[in-house]
Antibody
Framework: EVQLLESGGGLVQPGGSLRVSCAAS????????MSWVRRAPGKGLEWVSS????????YYADSVKGRFTISRDNSKNTLYLQMNSLRAEDTAVYYC???????????WGQGTLVTVSS | QSVLTQPPSVSAAPGQKVTISCSGSSSNIGNNYVSWYQQLPGTAPKLLIYDNNKRPSGIPDRFSGSKSGTSATLGITGLQTGDEADYYC???????????FGGGTKLTVL
């Protein structure tokens, strides 16, 4: 059974940093691209970033480019999102998602809440 | 502003049929696969339709997808109160090298 478990969310001040993680199980992690998608309060889904199975290819939304870094540790079956220079508008539930981002996301985690506020 | 355009809301009575449209361009829907996601209140999104019209295992055939040119449509028949959710279309945008989601459509089953 595929399981994706996010962690690391919390309250952070504007301009601060936070790293969220996603522990994966139930599939061969290194064989699949992974992504982060967020949903801000009262808003719709917003794609944040994707990374290939090997980690050699990454993509970012313009809204986070230069501030966020996606990475993965295939030996630990874990996906990361390092978030720097956080802004109030980054407040959202962050979901990790499995799948070929150019086609679909077939499994999603339960999400972790990131709140950026002073 | 979303790259893909969906109606903000749709509604229908239990047992009826509803369709949700998703409009894009040649750089996204026109040349890439479309997927659809259901997000029930307080839960994570779930894949409903992939590769334009395929259903993952466990998704009832009340849900269907189609694509024509630069638009896609999600159809739901035999509406149930449990179908009340937000629905999103998604695809890859080849020109922007980004994943694009529609703004989402809130389905109300009256």
């Amino acid at each position: 059974e595929v399981q994706l478990l996010e962690s690391g969310g919390g309250l952070v001040q504007p301009g601060g940093s936070l790293r969220v993680s996603c522990a994966a199980s139930g599939f061969t992690f290194s064989s699949y691209a992974m992504s982060w998608v967020r949903r801000a309060p009262g808003k719709g889904l917003e794609w944040v970033s994707s990374i290939s199975g090997s980690g050699g290819t990454t993509y970012y939304a313009d809204s986070v480019k230069g501030r966020f870094t996606i990475s993965r540790d295939n030996s630990k079956n874990t996906l990361y999102l390092q978030m720097n220079s956080l802004r109030a508008e980054d407040t959202a539930v962050y979901y990790c998602a499995k799948g070929p981002y150019v086609r679909n996301f077939d499994y999603w985690g339960q999400g972790t809440l990131v709140t950026v506020s002073s | 502003q979303s790259v893909l355009t969906q109606p903000p809301s749709v509604s229908a009575a239990p047992g009826q049929k509803v369709t949700i449209s998703c409009s894009g361009s040649s750089s996204n829907i026109g040349n890439n696969y479309v997927s659809w996601y259901q997000q029930l209140p307080g839960t994570a999104p779930k894949l409903l339709i992939y590769d334009n019209n395929k259903r993952p295992s466990g998704i009832p055939d009340r849900f269907s997808g189609s694509k024509s040119g630069t638009s896609a449509t999600l159809g739901i028949t035999g509406l149930q109160t449990g179908d009340e959710a937000d629905y999103y279309c998604g695809t890859w945008d080849s020109s922007l090298s980004v994943v694009a989601f529609g703004g989402g459509t809130k389905l109300t089953v009256l």
